[in-house]
C-alpha cells in the first residue's frame, strides 16, 4: 500500500500562473478530502468528494479555486491566477467513508504539495 | 459552527516526564474526536480517535478519553520520549453528514534529552 501520492511535492509559480496539484487516493478509499495548511491559520478544510461526486465545498475561497475528480484514483486541486497568499502546503487525504452517519472512519493523508508563489 | 481549542502552542519537556496537552471542542451534534500527529516535514498521522463518551482509547503509549459532559478529549502520556517531538492536532468530525475535520491551532511538543 503506496499510501496517498501527491504531485508534485514542491512547487513555485509566479503571481497570477496557474497551479494544478494532483493527488492519489489510497485504492478502495471512496472519499478524497483537501485541506490547506499555512503557519498562520493551521490547517483548513478545503473540499472533498466521495465515490468521485463533490460534497462539500464549503472551504473553498469561491474564486480562483477549483476541484475535481474525474476518476476514482485521481484528484486535482486548481488554483488560477496564484496569489502570495496561496502559499501552503496542500494536503490530501483519503478515507473509506460509507457515507453511514455515525461511522467516520480514518483519514489519511498524503505528504503535501508545498506551493511557493512569488 | 464545530471548533476545536487547543490552549498550548508549545510545550517543551524533558524525557521521562509526563505530558498531557488540551483539546475542547464545539459542535451541536454527535462528535468524533480524533489525535494527528505531524512529524517534521511528513504528513499528518492518526494517533488517536474516539466517539464514545468516558471510554479511554489508547496507542503507542498514548491515552485520551473523550469526555461529551465537559467537551474535552485531552491527550496524555505517562513519560514522553524523545522520538514524541512532534506537532499534536486535535480534530473533531461530527454526525451532520459532512466527514470534514476541523483542526485546533495544534501544539508543538518538544522533548529536551
Known amino acids: 500500500n503506496a499510501g496517498v501520492i501527491q504531485t508534485p511535492r514542491h512547487k513555485v509559480t509566479g503571481k497570477g500562473q496557474e497551479a494544478t496539484l494532483w493527488c492519489e487516493p489510497i485504492?478502495?478509499?471512496?472519499?478524497v478530502f483537501w485541506y490547506r495548511q499555512t503557519i498562520v491559520q493551521g490547517l483548513e478544510f478545503l473540499t472533498y468528494?466521495?465515490?468521485?461526486?463533490?460534497?462539500?465545498d464549503s472551504g473553498m475561497p469561491k474564486e480562483r479555486f477549483s476541484a475535481q475528480m474525474p476518476n476514482q484514483s485521481h484528484s486535482t486541486l486548481k488554483i488560477q491566477s496564484t496569489q502570495p497568499q496561496d502559499s501552503a502546503v496542500y494536503l490530501c487525504?483519503?478515507?473509506?467513508?460509507?457515507?453511514?452517519?455515525?461511522?467516520?472512519?480514518?483519514?489519511?493523508f498524503g505528504p503535501g504539495t508545498r506551493l511557493l508563489v512569488l | 459552527g464545530d471548533s476545536v481549542t487547543q490552549t498550548e502552542g508549545l510545550v517543551t519537556l524533558t524525557k521521562g516526564l509526563p505530558v498531557m496537552l488540551n483539546c475542547t471542542y464545539q459542535?451541536?451534534?454527535?462528535?468524533?474526536l480524533f489525535w494527528y500527529v505531524q512529524h517534521l516535514n511528513e504528513a499528518p498521522k492518526l494517533l488517536l480517535k474516539?466517539?464514545?463518551?468516558?471510554k479511554r482509547t489508547e496507542h503507542q503509549g498514548f491515552y485520551a478519553t473523550l469526555h461529551k459532559s465537559s467537551s474535552s478529549f485531552h491527550l496524555q502520556k505517562s513519560s514522553v520520549q524523545l522520538s514524541d517531538s512532534a506537532l499534536y492536532f486535535c480534530?473533531?468530525?461530527?454526525?451532520?453528514?459532512?466527514?470534514?475535520?476541523?483542526f485546533g491551532s495544534g501544539t508543538q511538543l518538544t522533548v529536551m534529552p
Open positions: 487525504a483519503s478515507s473509506l467513508e460509507t457515507g453511514e452517519i455515525g461511522n467516520q472512519d480514518t483519514q489519511y
Open positions: 485504492s478502495g478509499h471512496s472519499a
Open positions: 468528494f466521495r465515490n468521485q461526486a463533490p460534497i462539500d
Open positions: 459542535t451541536t451534534y454527535s462528535p468524533f
Open positions: 474516539s466517539s464514545t463518551d468516558n
Open positions: 480534530a473533531l468530525s461530527d454526525s451532520s453528514g459532512s466527514w470534514q475535520l476541523i
